[in-house]
T-cell receptor, first 114, second 110 residues
Framework: DGGITQSPKYLFRKEGQNVTLSCEQNLNHDAMYWYRQDPGQGLRLIYYSQIVNDFQKGDIAEGYSVSREKKESFPLTVTSAQKNPTAFYLC?????????????FGPGTRLTVT | GQSLEQPSEVTAVEGAIVQINCTYQTSGFYGLSWYQQHDGGAPTFLSYNALDGLEETGRFSSFLSRSDSYGYLLLQELQMKDSASYFCAVIPGGYNKLIFGAGTRLAVHP
């Protein structure tokens, strides 16, 4: 079955630690995205990648970093510089950048930092 | 900047019809998408409008008026399973990314 996987589903970390969230897709999609969702709010774009070895900052990139070394993988690192990292993180992909209107989402990772 | 406005909550009864509105203000505009998200779940794509008019997909329809910077999602024959949050999202001009609204929480009652 094709889809997007994110692991783990729940993640707990102490303040001051960097943490990397995994996102893998086997849809053969070129474009991938990372969003953050806070309770009762919409999705805010952190980073996006239109093609391998390329990525751009979204609206709230500060305190986050990404890499896109393989087409199927787009890991997100939440650094200690992120002031309020506790949130629900969603990874998505689209066939390419021209079809960004139709994105396929993974199940999400709920990160809690204390 | 970009902004999208949609109602925060809508309530309806099973079998009824409900309309969720979305107005947007963006620097350039390519199209309007709609997504559904059940509590704790992942958003799923419902529809996309790039041109003015109505797009119908089963019980769901989506409308766009570019001149009014306005769109809506119409849900017919409501079922309990339609209780979820619905997000409108725009592709602003010059970018290949989506900007999401804050979402409308729909509660369907028996």
């Amino acid at each position: 079955d094709g889809g997007i996987t994110q692991s783990p589903k729940y993640l707990f970390r102490k303040e001051g630690q960097n943490v990397t969230l995994s996102c893998e897709q086997n849809l053969n999609h070129d474009a991938m995205y990372w969003y953050r969702q806070d309770p009762g709010q919409g999705l805010r774009l952190i980073y996006y990648s239109q093609i391998v070895n390329d990525f751009q900052k979204g609206d709230i990139a500060e305190g986050y970093s990404v890499s896109r070394e393989k087409k199927e993988s787009f890991p997100l690192t939440v650094t200690s510089a992120q002031k309020n990292p506790t949130a629900f993180y969603l990874c998505a992909s689209s066939i390419d950048s021209q079809t960004s209107y139709e994105q396929y989402f993974g199940p999400g990772t709920r990160l809690t930092v204390t | 900047g970009q902004s999208l406005e949609q109602p925060s909550e809508v309530t309806a009864v099973e079998g009824a019809i409900v309309q969720i509105n979305c107005t947007y203000q963006t620097s350039g505009f390519y199209g309007l998408s709609w997504y559904q998200q059940h509590d704790g779940g992942a958003p799923t794509f419902l529809s996309y409008n790039a041109l003015d008019g109505l797009e119908e997909t089963g019980r769901f329809s989506s409308f766009l008026s570019r001149s009014d910077s306005y769109g809506y999602l119409l849900l017919q024959e409501l079922q309990m399973k339609d209780s979820a949050s619905y997000f409108c999202a725009v592709i602003p001009g010059g970018y290949n990314k989506l900007i999401f609204g804050a979402g409308t929480r729909l509660a369907v009652h028996p």
